[in-house]
C-alpha cells in the first residue's frame, strides 16, 4: 500500500448506519469527556485517566495492552524527578483482528494534560460543575475530548469489525504536550505494521461543523532542559569570587529568542522556565531553565537546534558556569498528502459528518502525531492528521480554554467512518 492510498470509499448507507450508531453515543460521550476533564493527569502521569480507558475498552470487547507491557523497556523522555506510582506506564492500545487479510488501521488519540491552573467564574466547565479537582493541572488542549472520542469510536465499530477485513489499533497515546510519548510509542514498535494511521485534533482555530482533512505545517519540535552550576558567594563582600549562575541564565534567554529571526517558514523558540537564586545577597549557584524550538521542516529544525546547543554552551563556558543539557522530547514535521486528504474528505462526505471542509489548513504548532506518522509513511503506509472543528471559549494552553462538546459525536461518526471504508466493514 503507498502513501496516497488506495482505501476503499465509504458508501452512504454505511454513513448512515454509523450516523445512527453515533447519535446513540453521545450523551456517554459528552460524560466521558466531561470525567476525563475533572480528573486530568500530566504526562507520563495518567494513570487513572488509563485505568478508566482500559475498563471501557475492555467491556467492549478488545484485546488491550497496557501497563510495562505496553511500552515496554523503550526511554521514557521527561519522566519527573520524583515519579509517582505507575508514571511511566500509560496510555494503552486496544486491538481486533478480524483474522481476514487486510490492512493495520490505527487510530491515534492523545490523553494528558497540562500545569495550567484552570479558571472559575463564569468558565463553562466550573460554572457546570466539572472543572479540573486537581490544582494547577488542566486539559486546556482537548485531550479530554479526544480520549472520549477514541472510546466512543471503540464501542461504535465493535459490532461491525467481524464483518470487515484487516487489523484494527486504537492507540491512547500518554505525554503528547513536549514531544515525548509518540518516539516511545513508535520505537515500542507499534507502528511497523501499520498501513493506515490517522490521529485527530479538535480545535486549532478551525469552527464547529467544520473539518480540515488539506492539513500542512505540523511543527517539527525539540525542547531541552538546562542546568548552570557556578558557585555561591556573598554578594556584597566578595562577589568576585562567585560565579553567576543567574546572570548566565539571563543571557542565554535573551540569546535564545535571537536565535528565531530566520525567514525559513514556523521557526520559533521560546524559553517557558526559568529557576535560579536562594536570597537576594547571595550570588546564585545554580540556574536551570527549560526551552523549546520549533521549524516547519525537520532539516531546518535540526540546524536550529545545533546553533542553539552550541550557544547555551558558549554562554556557559563564558560566565565559567557547568551547563548540563539534557534533551526532554520532541516531534517531527509533517504534512498530509493529497491522496489521504482527497479520501479522507469523500468519506466525511459519505457519512455526513463535518458540513464544512476548507481546501487547506496550516497547522501551525507540533503535534507528536507527526513522528507516528512518518514512522508509518517510512514503512510504505499512509498517514494524515486531521484537524476537527469546534469554537473555542479560548486559545489552547490558557485557563479558560474550553470547546463546542457539539463536535464529539461528530468527531467519533469521522474516526468510526475512515476505520470503516478502509476496513471494508459492513453496518447493517
Known amino acids: 500500500m503507498t502513501q496516497a492510498g488506495p482505501f476503499p470509499p465509504l458508501s452512504r448507507r454505511a454513513g448512515e448506519l454509523l450516523a445512527r450508531a453515533a447519535t446513540q453515543q453521545e450523551a456517554q460521550l459528552v460524560a466521558e469527556r466531561r470525567a476525563f476533564h475533572a480528573d486530568p493527569e500530566l504526562g507520563w502521569q495518567e494513570v487513572r485517566t488509563t485505568a478508566r480507558i482500559v475498563q471501557g475498552l475492555e467491556g467492549a470487547g478488545y484485546q488491550v495492552v497496557a501497563g510495562p507491557a505496553f511500552l515496554g523497556t523503550v526511554e521514557r523522555r521527561g519522566m519527573s524527578d520524583d515519579p509517582i506510582p505507575g508514571e511511566g506506564d500509560t496510555g494503552c492500545i486496544a486491538l481486533y483482528d478480524t483474522g481476514r487479510p487486510g490492512p493495520t488501521v490505527c487510530l491515534r488519540v492523545d490523553i494528558d494534560a ?21 490544582r494547577g493541572v488542566m486539559h486546556s488542549c482537548g485531550h479530554d475530548g479526544h480520549a472520549a472520542i477514541g472510546l466512543a469510536t471503540a464501542r461504535i465499530l465493535r459490532p461491525f469489525l467481524e464483518t470487515g477485513n484487516g487489523r484494527l489499533k486504537i492507540l491512547f497515546q500518554p505525554a503528547e504536550e513536549g514531544g515525548r510519548g509518540g518516539r516511545a510509542v513508535a520505537e515500542a514498535g507499534w507502528m511497523d505494521d501499520v498501513d493506515l494511521f490517522f490521529a485527530i485534533h479538535l480545535g486549532l482555530g478551525v469552527p464547529s461543523d467544520t473539518a480540515a482533512f488539506h492539513v500542512r505545517g505540523l511543527l517539527a519540535n525539540a525542547r531541552y532542559d ?52 536562594t536570597a537576594v545577597n547571595i550570588v546564585p549557584e545554580e540556574a536551570a531553565l527549560t526551552f523549546e524550538m520549533r521549524a516547519e521542516e525537520t532539516a531546518d529544525l535540526d540546524r536550529l537546534d545545533r546553533r542553539c546547543r552550541d550557544f547555551v554552551e558558549a554562554t556557559a563556558r563564558a560566565h565559567g558556569v557547568e551547563c548540563r543539557m539534557s534533551h526532554g522530547g520532541g516531534a517531527e514535521g509533517y504534512s498530509n498528502p493529497p491522496g489521504i486528504a482527497d479520501w479522507a474528505t469523500g468519506v466525511n462526505a459519505a457519512a455526513a459528518a463535518f458540513a464544512n471542509t476548507p481546501p487547506v489548513f496550516s497547522f501551525g504548532a507540533s503535534e507528536d502525531a507527526a513522528t507516528l506518522a512518518n514512522r508509518v509513511c517510512q514503512r510504505g503506509g499512509a498517514a494524515g492528521v486531521f484537524v476537527l472543528g469546534a469554537d473555542l471559549a479560548d486559545g489552547h494552553h490558557t485557563p479558560h480554554f474550553d470547546f463546542d462538546e457539539g463536535a464529539l459525536v461528530k468527531s467519533a461518526l469521522l474516526c468510526s467512518a ?11
Open 418 to 428: 475512515l476505520i470503516s471504508a478502509a476496513m471494508a466493514l459492513d453496518p447493517r
Open 114 to 134: 497540562l500545569p495550567i491552573n484552570e479558571a472559575a467564574g463564569n468558565h463553562a466547565p466550573a460554572a457546570q460543575g466539572f472543572a479540573s479537582r486537581r
Open 226 to 277: 538546562v542546568t548552570l552550576t557556578g558557585r555561591a558567594a556573598h554578594a556584597g563582600k566578595a562577589p568576585q569570587e562567585g560565579r553567576n549562575a543567574l546572570l548566565a541564565a539571563c543571557q542565554i534567554v535573551q540569546g535564545l529568542h535571537a536565535m528565531a529571526q530566520s525567514s525559513q517558514p514556523g521557526t520559533r523558540v521560546n524559553v517557558g522556565l526559568l529557576r535560579a537564586g
